[in-house]
């Protein structure tokens, strides 16, 4: 959901992104008192509020901050920030599924500082938006994954078809403070506004084990590393550090003397090259060795494009073959990774334990799937991969009604397609490509 700041605050941001952009090398020194400007921080609660979220180490939930009274809550945090009395609490510390049966940290502040958090991020995105490279995608407004996809696309099919497919280990969590202080310095010379920042570096985490008992630790603060997922100022930070490897890239000659091209989407990037990609793959390692930065061995590869295929962001980017004339292009379609995973879930919707539920509820549970993933998966060729799913859906939906109604067979003449599809109202994912632009081409 976009959501419109209100005119003071949208003029605020203004007045600091056209001073950036109109002088990069500016440092700005009074900032601090525009994080506790009551119409900052209200648009910051109406931001988290939207996210909504679980709530941190204190239990507190956005329903008991109302409860209490907002603008009671809103005056004491700002009187707070303007004292310089505030203190982060810990940080709430969970773990979710990735698709590779791995866990990723997530880090759950307080409403409070949550708030605190993204007050921080009006005032500093504008600044930093300046500065940001093109070719980073992430977080920013009017870019998306697709976009980085793709521009990626673009490179390999204008004959960049030398690429590195990188992979950093843990990336936000391997961030080193000492560094991102460095660039946020660069731009940033308010003290309080840095030392707010430094504290909730630097803040403590709090995890449950599996007798149910809380442990604190200051790892981050040991360590001097790594900026918690989950945190509204996260992804700003995140995409001011590898801003130093995105521009260094191409300050450092490599872009023009490789023809080597980064595009970059939070901790994931490519480098396509019309040379050679094992002296990009190189000059990488080491430019990722200074900034402290540790590259994952097992997933980084070089490849070769027609002859081996690559995944971006989801996607891969490969030799396709088109159904109607055979004819072989560069193309890009949802990869089998996540594909697999979309079959996966439509097993969860549908399992026998659900047979209590209505069929209603069932067929709504995938269309807001299959919505949701098709939204994404719509570059390139992606029929061959729409009809696979709309098989497997409906398979699994018949399956289910067999289950529910006792049906012993397979159910084909008792649940057919067509009931499926236009009395139930199940979304059939292969109507979409239709509509759109590449269909009409």
């Not at 329903?63 to 209490?68: D, F, K, L, Q, R």
């Not at 005032?123 to 500065?131: R, S």
């Not at 310095?185 to 809380?214: F, Q, T």
Request: hydrophobic share 35%; with cysteine.
């Amino acid at each position: 959901m976009s959501l419109a700041p209100p005119p003071k605050v949208r003029r605020l941001q203004g007045a600091l992104h056209a001073k950036a952009k109109g002088s990069p090398d500016y440092r700005f020194y009074s900032l601090y008192d525009k994080v506790y400007r009551r119409d900052v921080l209200e648009w910051a609660y109406v931001r988290r509020r939207a996210n909504d979220g679980a709530p941190g180490v204190d239990r507190r939930t956005f329903e008991e901050v109302e409860a209490y009274g907002l603008d009671r809550w809103l005056d004491e945090l700002a009187a707070d920030l303007k004292a310089k009395s505030y203190r982060p609490l810990p940080v709430r510390r969970v773990f979710i599924p990735k698709g590779d049966g791995k866990r990723r940290p997530l880090g759950i502040g307080t409403i409070r500082d949550r708030v605190a958090q993204m007050a921080v991020v009006l005032v500093l995105e504008p600044i930093f938006e300046a500065d940001l490279e093109p070719e980073q995608y992430a977080y920013r407004a009017d870019r998306s994954a697709l976009d980085a996809v793709q521009a990626v696309h673009g490179l390999v099919a204008t004959g960049h078809t030398e690429v590195v497919d990188a992979d950093l280990s843990g990336y936000f969590d391997g961030i080193p403070h000492a560094e991102l202080m460095k660039s946020l310095s660069r731009r940033i010379s308010d003290r309080l506004l840095l030392g707010l920042i430094k504290m909730w570096l630097e803040a403590p985490v709090e995890e449950v084990d599996g007798r149910g008992r809380r442990h604190r630790t200051t790892r981050s603060k040991d360590e001097g590393r790594g900026t918690p997922q989950g945190s509204p100022l996260s992804p700003l930070l995140s995409n001011v550090y590898m801003r130093r490897f995105v521009r260094g890239w191409k300050t450092m000659g490599h872009e023009r003397r490789m023809q080597a091209y980064v595009v970059n989407y939070a901790d994931d990037f490519v480098i396509c090259c019309r040379g050679s990609a094992d002296e990009a793959m190189a000059e990488m390692r080491g430019m990722m060795s200074k900034l402290r930065l540790t590259i994952n061995e097992a997933k980084t590869r070089r490849c070769r494009v027609p002859e081996e295929s690559f995944d971006f962001l989801g996607y891969t980017i490969g030799r396709c073959h088109s159904p109607r004339t055979g004819r072989a292009f560069i193309g890009t379609y949802p990869s089998a990774k996540k594909v697999a995973r979309l079959r996966d879930e439509i097993r969860e919707t549908t399992d026998r334990r659900w047979l209590y539920t209505d069929v209603e509820d069932r067929v709504a549970r995938l269309n807001r799937k299959l919505l949701g993933w098709s939204n994404y998966f719509r570059l390139g060729p992606v029929s061959r991969a729409y009809r696979a799913i709309d098989r497997h859906s409906c398979q699994r939906l018949r399956r289910w009604l067999c289950a529910k109604h006792k049906v012993k067979n397979r159910g084909m003449s008792r649940f057919p397609d067509r009931l499926l599809f236009e009395e139930l109202g199940l979304i059939r994912l292969s109507d979409r490509t239709r509509d759109f632009p590449w269909a009409k081409a």
